[in-house]
């Protein structure tokens, strides 16, 4: 659980844009259109969009082990699972889920994975902006801050100077590797091609 509460996190969206700060989170959702309906939705989205980047300490799940079951040899993930990555043995098939969140074989077109072990990288669902470590709601407040600027229709410097913080706490926190890339080329053939086109040139 980090430092920041969603209320703190709303009122420095606020406070930069020079609104008047809130009490209270606001209840009128994201069809809200009033600054603090607006700044709230801001951090919302922002946290979701660093959450799918991958968030080593909150989101992660490394190298989880998962037998078919069943006569369908079929794997069922828990419902807090949003995204997989094959590891290790399994590393070399494709596969992705479907409805339900059971495991399907993209190259055999099928929900039938066999009977050996499946290995995946797998990210997590967050429950909410309070379960990230401090240092990720940091990097979420100066993006949600930025965001807010836009969709708030903040004057020109103000949106320069947030993005300027946003930069400034993302590079803090990549430094430490809190956060990182996992999304590796899906196209490696054609980078390699491209790669090999650039130097004979």
């Not at 603090?36 to 989101?59: C, F, N, P, S």
């Not at 320069?160 to 993302?170: G, N, T």
């Not at 803090?172 to 790669?195: E, H, Y």
Request: proline share 6%; hydrophobic share 40%; with cysteine.
């Amino acid at each position: 659980m980090g430092a920041f509460t969603m209320l703190q996190a709303v009122n420095e969206c606020l406070q930069r844009a020079s609104n008047t700060l809130v009490s209270e989170l606001d209840s009128s959702g994201s069809a809200g259109r009033s600054p603090h309906a607006r700044a709230q939705y801001a951090v919302e989205v922002m946290a979701t969009k660093v959450y799918l980047e991958g968030v080593d300490e909150v989101t992660i799940a490394r190298f989880q082990k998962f037998t078919p079951t069943g006569g369908g040899n079929t794997v069922t993930l828990p419902p807090n699972i949003v995204r997989i990555a094959p590891v290790g043995p399994s590393r070399k098939r494709e596969l992705t889920t479907t409805a339900g969140n059971v495991v399907f074989d993209l190259d055999n077109q099928t929900t039938n994975l066999g009977t050996a072990d499946i290995f995946l990288d797998c990210w997590l669902s967050v429950a909410s902006f309070a379960d990230a470590p401090t240092e990720v709601q940091r990097i979420i407040i100066e993006r949600a801050v930025e965001f807010f600027q836009q969709i708030n229709r903040a004057s020109p410097e103000q949106d320069a100077w947030s993005k300027e913080q946003a930069l400034r706490a993302e590079a803090s926190v990549t430094a430490n590797k809190t956060i990182r890339d996992p999304s590796p080329n899906p196209f490696p053939s054609i980078a390699a091609a491209q790669a090999a086109g650039s130097a004979a040139r």
